[in-house]
């Protein structure tokens, strides 16, 4: 797995707050190595929220909400 470009700040089990950042990468090292720069985002506990709003449509730029998630 390719991993250089990438910086993980998050690990399993860790809770997470509005605004923190999850990955970082680097666009630019990912282009150059032949791989697709699109990002998934997975919510795998979606039934523990009353409310997983995925922002669908949108050309979305750094720092904006992808998923509205309340619980």
Do not use: C, W
Not at 23 to 46: E, K, L, P
């Amino acid at each position: 797995m390719m991993n250089e470009g990438f910086t993980m700040h998050v690990r399993k089990g860790d809770i997470v707050t509005a605004g923190q950042p999850l990955v970082t990468y680097n666009r630019v090292q990912v282009a150059q190595a032949g791989y697709d720069d699109t990002v998934i985002t997975i919510i795998t506990n979606s039934g523990n929220f009353s409310t997983v709003e995925p922002q669908l449509n949108k050309q979305l730029r750094a720092g904006e909400l992808a998923v509205i998630v309340e619980r």
